[in-house]
Antibody, heavy 117, light 110 residues
Framework: EVQLVESGGGLVQPGGSLRLSCAAS????????MTWVRQAPGKGLEWVAN????????YYVDSVRGRFTISRDNAKNSLYLQMNSLTAEDTAVYYC??????????WGQGTLVTVSS | QSALTQPPSASGSPGQSVTISCTGT?????????VSWFQQHPGKAPKLMIS???KRPSGVPDRFSGSKSGNTASLTVSGLQAEDEADYYC??????????FGTGTKVTVL
């Protein structure tokens, strides 16, 4: 059974940093592009970042480029999102998802990031 | 990257059909056959219902169908059931390795 489990969310002050993790199991992690998608409270979904199977290619939405870094460790079946210079607009539930064919088949349950003083 | 436009709400009685539109531009919906649809129940993760405009993943009922004409994609739910009540989001590849989601539609089963 495919499982994606996010962790690392929490309350952080504006300007602070946070590192999210996504533990994958039940499939060959190294075969998939992976994605982070976020959803602000009561709002819609927003694609955040993608990473290629070997980590060689990474892409970001304009609003996080230069502040967020997506990475992965295939040996640990794990995906990460390092988030720096956080603002209130980054407050959201962050989901990791498997990416194939310009879509996302499997999703984690999400982890909530709250940026507030 | 502007969000794709969806109607805020749609509704139908059990057994009826409801169609949700997703309007973009020639740079996203109209430019690629990479439109997906997701169902999201309150407090839950999104679930893929349709990929590549009209492909249904394994396990998704054939009551769900997708299509596209020009810059507008559509999701039709036929034979509405109570469990179809949820938020629905479209997404599209937008070129240069970027993706955009729709604004979301709340479907109510009357």
């Amino acid at each position: 059974e495919v499982q994606l489990v996010e962790s690392g969310g929490g309350l952080v002050q504006p300007g602070g940093s946070l590192r999210l993790s996504c533990a994958a199991s039940g499939f060959t992690f190294s075969n998939f592009w992976m994605t982070w998608v976020r959803q602000a409270p009561g709002k819609g979904l927003e694609w955040v970042a993608n990473i290629k199977q070997d980590g060689s290619d990474k892409y970001y939405v304009d609003s996080v480029r230069g502040r967020f870094t997506i990475s992965r460790d295939n040996a640990k079946n794990s995906l990460y999102l390092q988030m720096n210079s956080l603002t209130a607009e980054d407050t959201a539930v962050y989901y990791c998802a498997t990416h194939r064919g310009a879509s996302w088949t499997y999703w984690g349950q999400g982890t909530l990031v709250t940026v507030s003083s | 990257q502007s969000a794709l436009t969806q109607p805020p709400s749609a509704s139908g009685s059990p057994g009826q059909s409801v169609t949700i539109s997703c309007t973009g531009t020639s740079s996203d919906v109209g430019g690629y056959n990479y439109v997906s649809w997701f169902q999201q129940h309150p407090g839950k993760a999104p679930k893929l219902m349709i990929s590549e405009v009209s492909k249904r993943p394994s396990g998704v009922p054939d009551r769900f169908s997708g299509s596209k004409s020009g810059n507008t994609a559509s999701l039709t739910v036929s034979g509405l059931q109570a469990e179809d009540e949820a938020d629905y989001y479209c997404s599209s590849y937008a070129g240069r390795n970027s993706y955009v989601f729709g604004t979301g539609t709340k479907v109510t089963v009357l």
